[in-house]
């Protein structure tokens, strides 16, 4: 590390689960129903190492830079800016919508960020959906009129998903994920939502509806597409590329895959399907399915190699620049 005071490169994360009415059992059978587990994010915790049972937050404010990477750092401060979260869902999400940086400082308040995010598909069942976006032709008028009415599912714009495609969902997006999906969703360091329509569910216990927020940031012309799985092994693939964070796909040839943070930018690894060995500096660390290790922005290079056959896992990180 940079100065030394930082005494681990690799840092394994807790999942933190969170109980939601539409989760399912894919991601924690025992117990109720688990709609998200929350893989990376400020209030992670450590396990293992020097740093056992300490935050991501309090590790960020500690060493700076050595952890967040000296671009990460001199952009956001202390601030972990990434929200990495695995989602199991077994019957539709509220339809919502989240806003920018500029409306969140003004509706939220300040220092707010907005939530932009990226969706990857890991399983899909047969004719599984989602919203995104709404129907070519809907005028900000009759998408105003459809939010205040309650009908917004009469303007919403349905796509059909597989699993390995991937989503980029901008600030100011309708959106949301239907039954019959598990994904890995990476999104600004936020987590305001506006909820537009629940599908006819209580609106009590936290799940009242947003509408004035909702008509002041919801933009009709935010439609986006989906990317394609893509084809290659044994290299990162780029799955998304946007001002908040950037995700890459590795799928292993057999062989190890070398990743380089720069110095400038953490890079946050999951696994998503197999085992892997993740090295640097001396360290390693083994992932299981849906483990995550958060390895330092000043590590540089380390090194990711499958366990028992193909492996594969999705790398997010703050953009280096």
Request: proline share 7%; net charge negative.
């Amino acid at each position: 590390m940079k100065d030394g005071r930082l005494k681990q490169s690799l840092f394994t994360l807790e999942p933190q689960y969170r109980e939601k009415v539409w989760g399912g059992r894919r991601l924690r059978a025992e117990g109720e129903p688990v709609g998200e587990s929350w893989v990376a994010f400020e209030g992670s915790r450590v396990r293992g190492g020097a740093s056992d049972g300490r935050t991501v937050a309090e590790l960020a404010s500690e060493y700076g830079a050595e952890l967040l990477g000296a671009s990460v750092a001199s952009r956001h401060g202390t601030r972990f800016p990434l929200l990495v979260k695995l989602l199991d869902c077994a019957d539709w999400l509220s339809v919502q919508v989240h806003p920018d940086d500029a409306q969140a400082e003004r509706m939220v308040g300040p220092g707010e960020t907005g939530k932009s995010e990226a969706w990857h598909f890991l399983e899909a069942g047969e004719g599984a959906q989602i919203i995104a976006g709404v129907k070519p032709g809907t005028t900000a008028s009759e998408l105003e009129a459809a939010i205040r009415e309650g009908r917004v599912q009469e303007v919403a714009r349905r796509l059909e998903v597989r699993a390995g495609e991937t989503l980029y969902i901008p600030a100011g997006t309708l959106h949301a994920l239907g039954p019959g999906l598990l994904l890995y969703e990476v999104q600004q360091a936020s987590d305001t939502t506006y909820r537009v329509y629940d599908w006819g569910r209580p609106a009590g216990a936290g799940r009242e509806l947003h509408v004035e927020q909702a008509v002041a940031v919801t933009d009709p012309e935010k439609n986006p597409a989906l990317t394609p799985p893509p084809s290659s092994k044994g290299s990162a693939a780029p799955l998304i590329r946007c001002p908040f964070f950037d995700l890459d796909l590795l799928r292993t040839d057999g062989g190890p895959f070398s990743g380089d943070t720069g110095g400038q930018t953490p890079h946050v690894v999951t696994s998503i399907t197999g085992s892997v060995n993740v090295s640097s500096k001396g360290e390693s660390v083994k992932l299981g399915l849906y483990e995550t290790v958060l390895v330092a922005g000043a590590a540089g290079a380390y090194e990711v190699s499958p366990v028992g056959g193909d492996a594969a896992v999705l790398i997010a990180s703050p953009p280096s620049k």
